[in-house]
């Protein structure tokens, strides 16, 4: 019976009747996002996304894509011609950064100081690559002389290291460990994921070889895209492989093409890009040029100083030590003592309407995270987080313990 109506017979009911809930309309609430991502996204960034769609290689589609990649290169400080946006999150540019830069068999070595190191050494393990890592504890980092030690011990030939460990808010140091890797014949791989746009980090200067990041933090654009860029040491890489990389979606001889990175005089069809993502990410980075780096390095510092001042003053702990070390884009804050940290963020959510977040991977029941990030970063959210806080230690239970 089914097989007729689907055949096109008009005499006989369907099994599978359309649901319920698809026809009734829904709403979205409005919310303070502040917790480590997403972001808000501004109406601005919103509206542009709701332009009407093109072909994902109209003429349009690809000046908007050669204008996104400018303001890559901006937020990135490089010139480096493969420079583009992968079409999905975060961990969808992790991926292309591995699976291109590394083959089967071949030695890498991860720092891990955080949930993103160990998905990196995980992703690496899942392709043949011999992993190694660099281990330190939840809320530390990594000497210069520890980096190079491991290079020597190890001699792989790609370093992994996050710039902004969202997971224990630890912002790394990046200065001299780009010379490290090149002394010893190594790429330079960066995730900044949590950091790109409210930190300092100049990736031709620091001598890094592959770096990436999300759309939805510190952008404020809506998730799906992942900025990515390759030093021509790169390059010389992964365009000289002695094996195809395991993703095809993934695979930079494609994406290089499809982006416009190879000089090639035609643009061959790979996949059908976000191009509405594509709008809200080319805004995105047009506010960010509108703003300027360095203004907005200097605002999120601001911000999150002004924010663990007035932690301090109620008492709270900061759980990164080092004041140096501690990520202006996501703070973590020591889960106060007698209090259950999912009652702390449910009642926010509940009362304020707004999400702030527990720990995760390592920093697991440790922490509460708060992100101030992009349009975020204001002290005016501050002061509303504190409010929060505040109120929620009155009214959540506390144990005597």
Not at 7 to 30: H, K, N, R
Not at 93 to 121: D, Y
Request: aromatic letters at 8%; hydrophobic letters at 40%; glycine letters at 10%.
């Amino acid at each position: 019976m089914i097989g007729q109506q689907c055949a096109g017979s008009i005499m006989s009911s369907l099994s599978v009747l359309p649901p319920e809930c698809l026809l009734q309309p829904f709403t979205v609430p409005q919310r303070l996002m502040l917790g480590p991502g997403p972001s808000n996204v501004p109406a601005r960034i919103t509206a542009a996304g709701a332009q009407p769609i093109l072909g994902h290689l109209h003429a349009e589609t690809i000046e908007i894509m050669n204008q996104i990649k400018s303001g890559i290169q901006y937020a990135f400080q490089t010139q480096n011609r493969v420079t583009l946006a992968v079409s999905g999150p975060g961990h969808a540019a992790m991926e292309c950064a591995i699976f291109n830069s590394l083959e089967h068999g071949e030695s890498v070595l991860i720092a891990v100081n955080g949930i993103w190191g160990e998905r990196a050494a995980e992703i690496a393990e899942r392709i043949g690559a011999k992993v190694n890592t660099l281990v330190t504890s939840a809320g530390g980092y990594f000497t210069n002389e520890e980096i190079e030690q491991a290079l020597d011990k190890y001699r792989p030939v790609v370093f992994f290291l996050t710039h902004g460990e969202s997971s224990t808010g630890v912002v790394h140091p990046i200065d001299g460990i780009g010379d490290l890797c090149h002394k010893y014949n190594c790429l330079f791989l960066v995730d900044s994921v949590a950091a790109l746009g409210g930190t300092p980090i100049c990736m031709d200067e620091q001598g890094i070889d592959i770096m990436y990041t999300g759309s939805q933090k510190v952008l404020n654009a809506p998730p799906g895209t992942a900025p990515i860029s390759f030093s021509e040491r790169a390059c010389q890489k992964i365009f000289n492989r002695r094996t195809k990389p395991i993703s095809y979606f993934l695979d930079m001889n494609w994406l290089a093409n499809y982006w416009g990175c190879d000089d090639k005089p035609v643009r061959a069809y790979h996949h059908t890009g976000p191009v509405t993502s594509f709008y809200g990410l080319r805004e995105s980075l047009a506010i960010l040029a509108e703003t300027g780096l360095e203004n907005s390095w200097k605002r999120h510092k601001e911000v999150a100083e002004y924010f663990h001042k007035g932690l301090g003053e109620m008492g709270l702990k900061l759980f990164v030590q080092d004041k140096k070390a501690r990520l202006p884009t996501v703070t973590t804050i020591v889960a106060p003592p007698g209090y259950d940290w999912r009652e702390i963020t449910g009642y926010i959510m509940k009362t304020y309407n707004m999400e702030i977040s527990g720990g995760l991977g390592p920093s697991a029941g440790m922490v509460l995270r708060v992100g101030l990030m992009g349009c975020n970063s204001s002290k005016a959210n501050v002061d509303k987080v504190l409010e929060a806080l505040a109120d929620a230690l009155k009214h959540c239970h506390k144990s005597r313990v």
